[in-house]
């Protein structure tokens, strides 16, 4: 009976998750298109779950659903989130050239899938109750991979920095503009 | 494991990755040029953590968290170079900023 209950929640999340992406790509409206990957964030978030990963499905919700998300949709707001057709622009050979290509893309992916299959992928492991709960994320973080911890937080540093730097008009350009 | 074993999410998240390559490849828009990319990421980052459950091994999730950061400091900087482009009078349209063609 669990094991229905988990099918289901499964197609649902799975569902959500291919529609809302779909949505991203094809709405007209940026800010429809942010609206719909939160959608599809929320829902990779249950399949996080589904996986036995709750530390990543918290974090996915809060630091991606919420504030990345937010980031996002006040640019749009700031830029007047005009509109732009998903199939406006370019040679019509160019757009035929990207379907092929995303096409080509995913047939590689599911190929290669398909042959790894068949030698262990449906015998996954046990694991603990405890696996990706926060503290066992936390101490492999602060233990195994110290210097990963440490690198991410420069990163985000200097991405802070040089977003503010970008953000900030030299003032010869304000005079000409 | 209840339910779907983990080569059902792994075709999830294949699927989604090319949704969002098209998406980069398709759209003119940058700031849906970088909404496609977070797709295309957290198609990613779905792979790791199937695998990571798959394997019982957590080294997947840390490379997930990682992602989620790299993928934070990506959205800023991208972001930021929208709004400065705005800010030059440069048309938000990725055909158009070829100014490094070679």
Known sequence: MGNVLVWVVWFVAAGACLGTGVAVVTMTNPFFSALALIGNLASLAVLFLLLSAEFLAAAQVLVYAGAVMVMFLFVIAYLGGRADAPWAGGHRLVRGAAVVAAAALLV???VVLGLAWGDNLTDPADVSASFGDPAEIGQAFLTDHLLAFEITSIVLLVAAVGGVVLGTTPEKDEEAA | M???DVGWYLIVA?????IGALGVMLRRSPLIVLLSLEIMLNAGNLTFVAFARQQGNLDGQIFALAVMAVAAAEVAIGLGLIVAMA???????????SALRG
């Open chain 2, 87 to 97: 800010r030059r009078r440069v048309p938000l349209d990725v055909d158009q900023a």
């Open chain 2, 2 to 4: 209840d339910g779907p």
């Open chain 2, 14 to 18: 294949a699927i989604l990755f090319g």
């Open chain 1, 108 to 110: 590689e992916i599911v």
